[in-house]
């Protein structure tokens, strides 16, 4: 158990539909990282969230955002549904900003079935 | 931005030494090279980080020669529980806002009895 939570586990929704994927950091952990995992794209970064800051952006689409809480919790808000938005989503925590000087902790996961 | 490149598969016996190397030619100078492993249903698990020459902890070795254009993991007497995927993430050096991290596509390690 790395003690970052991710919910809901599995996600079941509709082409064009929104939904919220939220992360809760291991405690002291101040960074939190989405990535998105599929058989064809691998492992993507999307985004870095650093005490309440965005901190640096991948390949994150544009109908995909996020936020960090002043509680240090992260949601990703994923709109406009399409078929291949369909992955495993993860989310990491870090205690700095930098995760070149320390490991990144990952969740489970949620995994997304757009059907 | 770095492309990291691995081989998509290997196979090792059991007691065997393994290295999956990983090349990632467009390194930035402030780039760290981490290793992380994954199991099925898991999210993946750090292994090991490194700058540049030879990192060393209880489970691996990291490998990087000075040009930095590539690392190799050494994981040392495998056993059948280190069948798992393992993945180089090239980044981490940032300037501004724009740092990114980049995985490779993963090599998966079958560890044969």
């Known amino acids: 158990d790395s003690g970052v939570t991710q919910t809901p586990k599995h996600l079941i929704t509709a082409t064009g539909q929104r939904v919220t994927l939220r992360c809760s950091p291991r405690s002291g952990d101040l960074s939190v990282y989405w990535y998105q995992q599929s058989l064809d794209q691998g492992l993507q970064f999307l985004i870095q969230?650093?005490?309440?800051?965005?901190?640096a952006k991948g390949n994150i689409l544009e109908r995909f955002s996020a936020q960090q809480f002043p509680d240090l919790h992260s949601e990703l808000n994923l709109s406009s549904l399409e078929l291949g938005d369909s992955a495993l989503y993860f989310c990491?925590?870090?205690?700095?900003?930098?995760?070149?000087?320390?490991?990144?902790?990952f969740g489970p996961g949620t995994r997304l079935t757009v059907l | 931005l770095a492309k990291t490149t691995q081989p998509i598969s290997m196979d090792s016996y059991e007691g065997q030494e393994v290295n999956i190397t990983c090349s990632h030619n467009n390194i930035a100078t402030n780039d760290y090279i981490t290793w992380y492993q994954q199991f099925p249903s898991q999210g993946p698990r750090f292994i090991i980080q490194g700058y540049k020459t030879k990192v060393t902890n209880e489970v691996a070795s990291l490998f990087i020669p000075a040009d930095r254009k590539s690392s190799t993991l050494s994981l040392p007497r495998v056993s059948l529980s280190d069948t798992a995927v393992y993945y180089c993430?090239?980044?981490?050096?940032?300037?501004?806002?724009?740092?990114?991290?980049?995985f490779g596509q993963g090599t998966t390690l079958q560890v044969k009895p």
């Open positions: 969230y650093y005490n309440g800051e965005e901190r």
């Open positions: 990491a925590s870090s205690v700095v900003d930098k995760p070149t000087y320390n490991e990144q902790f």
């Open positions: 993430l090239v980044g981490g050096g940032y300037s501004g806002n724009t740092g990114k991290l980049i």
